[in-house]
């Protein structure tokens, strides 16, 4: 029983001299068989040819070739025959020799390779999200947070604060008493609050409204050296003014705060290419390059720039 099992087992097995084997021996059942029917016939001629002449007269020249054409034109006829009817008759199928790959293994493969790809372009997104876009909103949170304790004076909410009588827990609890103190003295020493400070603490300046400067009075269209310059807020309106070319810049920061745009907290800026507008220093709006008309933005300051900005405006000039 062991013994016919094992045989069984290998003949299901697949090896490499028995697929070749098997590929020969197709190849020689699928071999024409008209060649070796052809060739026996062949071989029967001469006796035909020996028995015919041993019986009757000798055949001529002529008898001869007409003999040979007729058994060449069968073994023609016969050959044609056999090799149509070959296949009919043929007990081994062809196989194919190479393995073919089943298409849902290939879908499932392209399908779990496009997982893979999604599942790293997740993991990129998730990596870019945590390492760089979170830090830089807890940041910008963090540095609004300061600046609005800053202007509302609440900056004290900023600090870690101080404990109370954490300058005694230095002092162990076993310590040996003075000279003529008691325990209840020396309790109601630890209970003592700390005297206030000799010195009183500056005020906090509250931040004031900003003076509203003055501005020249618009010239007329028609004057000579003037330019018209627009203004566009953070919430996208337009608002234009004419001012002469000899104008000081700081009637630009002037005309800011007049529509409701503190320099404290707002700034000028170029379209394009995108740069603060330089007005300190006594340049006029030639100096500057606002030579004909001009757009320009009102942008927040950065945080970081705070402690830079003007606190207020002189009236200008022309």
């Not at 052809?38 to 015919?52: K, S």
């Not at 760089?132 to 304790?149: A, G, I, N, T």
């Not at 400070?197 to 906090?204: A, F, G, R």
């Not at 507008?277 to 009102?298: F, H, K, S, W």
Request: with cysteine; net charge positive.
């Amino acid at each position: 029983m062991g013994v016919g099992a094992t045989k069984s087992s290998d003949a299901l097995l697949p090896s490499p001299g028995r697929g070749a084997w098997a590929r020969a021996g197709a190849r020689m059942e699928m071999a024409p068989r008209g060649a070796v029917i052809t060739l026996l016939l062949l071989a029967a001629l001469p006796v035909f040819y020996l028995r015919f002449w041993s019986e009757g007269p000798r055949p001529g020249p002529k008898e001869l070739v007409l003999l040979g054409g007729r058994c060449f034109l069968f073994l023609a006829l016969l050959t044609l025959a056999i090799s149509v009817a070959s296949p009919w008759f043929s007990s081994t199928p062809s196989s194919p020799v190479g393995p073919t790959v089943p298409s849902d293994e290939k879908e499932r493969q392209q399908r779990l390779i496009r997982e893979e790809q999604q599942e790293a372009l997740r993991e990129q997104a998730r990596g870019y999200l945590e390492n760089v876009l979170r830090p830089r909103q807890e940041s910008r949170l963090r540095k609004q947070e300061e600046r609005f304790y800053q202007l509302t004076g609440e900056s004290w909410k900023l600090t870690g604060g101080h404990k109370l009588g954490s300058d005694e827990d230095s002092v162990s609890e076993n310590a040996n008493l003075g000279p003529g103190s008691t325990p209840n003295q020396e309790a109601m020493r630890r209970r003592r609050l700390p005297e206030p400070l000799k010195q009183p603490v500056p005020p906090i300046e509250q931040p004031g409204a900003e003076e509203v400067p003055i501005l020249p009075e618009e010239p007329p269209e028609q004057a000579d050296e003037v330019v018209t310059v627009a203004l566009r807020g953070p919430s996208g309106r337009i608002l234009r003014r004419r001012f002469l070319k000899s104008c000081n810049s700081q009637v630009l920061l002037a005309w800011m705060v007049r529509v409701g745009y503190p320099s404290s907290i707002y700034t000028l800026c170029t379209p394009y290419p995108r740069r603060a507008l330089p007005v300190e220093g006594g340049r006029t709006l030639e100096d500057l390059g606002i030579t004909v008309g001009t757009m320009l933005n009102v942008e927040e300051r950065e945080p970081a720039s705070d402690h830079r900005a003007s606190g207020a405006l002189a009236p200008s000039r022309t």
